[in-house]
């Protein structure tokens, strides 16, 4: 872990070599931690990620009723199952999207319901809209008042989740899978219409959760609309799972692999995995990187040209960040596009990224759904990392290809997904530090 107000310091490596694992995937593992709170009953989840989001996340699940024994690398959680019956007035989901947003949902299927809680969160989450889901869940029997800012947290809930007809913006996947888990456990039938849904695979891994656990429901798509049928009354039964290595956090250690010189190889990436960041191996592989897919991971052959794409990054907003610092390697130009959606996550990561290379010495085109790099010649810098782990360790491979010593604010982010990213980055050969 990096402490608080940590810089990261990166110096130029021509060369990465050896063998590293990336850290396990968060948007699994959180998926995983809230389905065995709902699941009465033991569940073991082994190899889940260790990061400050999944730390906020086991803390929510204690506050519900869990109990959660950790031993190496597994997760007991032993839930008395649904209604939770909490004894507290105040749950903090931190600064985790995927838990406040999975959370929000499941305060309808508290023992009492008619008891307000007050969902609260930290600050950079508390700047995060939360008004399509608020609304769309007041149409399912859930009572909410913001407590501040309209639109954002905290907010004050109680009422049931009774289920019923609703609607959700697609624009991010989370509104939609927050209430996918939850709405099998209500009373009634429901039926949630989604308009442009963006970020679709992550949609997809909730519903293989679903699947899974023998969860019911129907899907239909016409025009830009989803539409899910989800029976109520169904349960959760508890269940075994090993949580795959994530490709999200990956990004950035294919994309360090790629642009230097090198043989790296990443173990425990299964590209059979519903996670839709494995997209990342294919568009370098279509821009000319050598990467080799084997059933323990992937082989890279850094330092091969590549050349620039045009990249429709709706499925794939995470990935923007790794995409942008690829451009300013590839010839012509890479587009980055249709990504809106990125400018509402830890931070508007089409600036932060636009902002760091563009200090870097890079040529950046920036739109509102996206932008456009071009290749260019990276010199060291003073960035910010916005307290946006994805800036940060992207900002670091930047670093990594330019002359002289770049230096990153905020680097402590990096712990919300990928605690140990310097070690494992210094481990491959690469000139990285974080110093208080």
Sequence with gaps: MIQSSARLLVQKTARLSGLATPPSSKSHSIRALILALLAKGESLLTNPLDCSDMTDAMRICTQLGAN??????????????????ETIQIINSGNSGISTHFIMPLLGL????????????GEQMRARPIAPLVNALRALGLRINYLDKKGQLPISVCGALSGGVTEVDGITSQYLSALLVSLPCAPLDSEITVRDLHERPYVEMTLDWLKRLGIRY????IDNRDMYHIPGRQSYCAFKATIAGDFS?????IAAAVLGNGRVELRGLDMQDPQGDKRLVYLLQE??????VNTQGLIIEGGRPLKGLKIDADDIPDLLPALAVIGTYASGKTEITNVRQARIKETDRIHS?????????AKVAVYEDGLTVYPSALQAATVKGYNDHRTVMALA??????????EI??????NKTFPNFVSVMQSLGAHMEALP
Excluded: W
Aim: hydrophobic share 40%; charged share 25%.
């Design 287 to 292: 821009m000319g990187a050598a990467i080799e």
């Design 249 to 253: 956090s990956a990004s950035y250690l």
């Design 409 to 414: 604010d905020d680097a402590h982010a990096v």
């Design 218 to 221: 129907q899907h239909m798509a």
């Design 397 to 406: 491979v930047a670093g990594l290809r330019a002359e002289g010593q770049t």
């Design 110 to 121: 508290r023992k009492e319901v008619e008891k307000p809680i007050i969902l609260d969160c």
């Design 68 to 85: 959660l024994n950790v031993e190496g690398d597994r997760v007991c959680v032993n839930s008395p199952g649904l209604p939770f019956q």
């Design 353 to 361: 990224m636009s902002e760091g290379l563009s200090r870097m010495g």
